[in-house]
């Protein structure tokens, strides 16, 4: 068993993304750097930390480790997508709020959506210069603001469905443009401010989820022997991946509550 901890983690510092790393592999293999695959932290991290949980508590403890690593990840990946998502709607704001000072003046709709393209970056300028590809052929600019698969897609869509509403109706597009963006800021801010409202029921949630870590660690500290009980396999396995899997279903569960809550 010692030598498949020793391995793993000689296998996890062997793929560990950095420079050195990289001239140990292409000291291995020579490999054309169009064929590289780039391993990412977390693949190492992983094996070394499924290496010492082998070693140190065997099957239950590699499981309990694999469950809150992956919920760890999870919690962070949503974290970071909910970032990257206000960061788009913002770019969508000020797309938007260029859109309709263009369209006040007078621009031509095709004009007004180039000018909103270069004020906007990714898949929303994406949508923009689709947007003014399409009025400036003749079309419905409203094609342009579809199926674009960004995190802002339910934004991008509300916008192609004012777009046609005003061509259909002959309402003032401008007009109708400049409700959709008070109403998308509201949204934000909305969320904003329900977001910093939970930030306490989030941080309840974390300390409760910490509260049996403390409990083990003071248990040991005390000479109970906590550890052994965990990492000792049969009834002391199962606790310790029963209690795993509900602290990270009691962590996701608040996340879910708290998005459904902002959304």
């Known amino acids: 068993m010692n030598i498949t901890v020793l391995l793993m983690i000689a296998a996890s510092l062997m793929i560990v993304p950095c420079e050195t790393a990289a001239d140990r592999l292409r000291d291995l293999a020579s490999i054309p750097a169009r064929h590289r695959i780039r391993v990412r932290f977390e693949v190492p991290a992983l094996i070394a930390l499924v290496g010492v949980c082998w070693w140190a508590g065997g099957v239950p403890a590699v499981i309990a480790a694999?469950?809150?690593?992956?919920?760890?990840?999870?919690?962070?990946?949503?974290?970071?997508?909910?970032?990257?998502?206000?960061?788009?709607?913002?770019?969508?704001?000020?797309?938007?709020?260029?859109?309709?000072?263009?369209?006040?003046?007078?621009?031509?709709?095709?004009?007004?959506?180039?000018?909103?393209?270069?004020?906007?970056?990714?898949?929303?300028?994406?949508?923009?210069?689709?947007?003014?590809?399409?009025?400036?052929?003749?079309?419905?600019?409203?094609?342009?603001?579809?199926?674009?698969?960004?995190?802002?897609?339910?934004?991008?869509?509300?916008?192609?469905?004012?777009?046609?509403?005003?061509?259909?109706?002959?309402?003032?597009?401008?007009?109708?443009?400049?409700?959709?963006?008070?109403?998308?800021?509201?949204?934000?801010?909305?969320?904003?401010r329900t977001e910093a409202g939970l930030a306490g029921a989030r941080a309840t949630a974390a300390v409760l989820a910490g509260l049996p870590l403390l409990g083990v660690g003071l248990g040991q500290l005390m000479g109970a022997s906590p550890l052994s009980v965990l990492f000792g396999g049969g009834l002391g396995g199962v606790m310790l991946v029963t209690g795993s899997i509900l602290l990270c279903v009691g962590l996701l569960w608040t996340d879910r509550i708290v998005r459904a809550v902002t959304e």
């Open 66 to 192: 694999v469950v809150m690593a992956a919920t760890l990840y999870k919690r962070r990946r949503a974290r970071r997508f909910e970032q990257a998502r206000d960061a788009e709607v913002g770019v969508v704001l000020s797309g938007l709020e260029t859109l309709t000072a263009e369209l006040e003046v007078g621009a031509h709709p095709a004009t007004a959506c180039a000018e909103a393209a270069d004020e906007c970056v990714g898949p929303v300028a994406g949508a923009f210069r689709a947007a003014a590809a399409r009025a400036r052929l003749g079309g419905s600019a409203a094609g342009g603001f579809e199926h674009h698969e960004s995190r802002v897609d339910g934004e991008l869509v509300r916008i192609a469905n004012v777009w046609a509403i005003a061509e259909t109706r002959g309402l003032a597009l401008a007009e109708l443009l400049g409700a959709v963006r008070v109403d998308l800021l509201g949204r934000q801010r909305f969320r904003q």
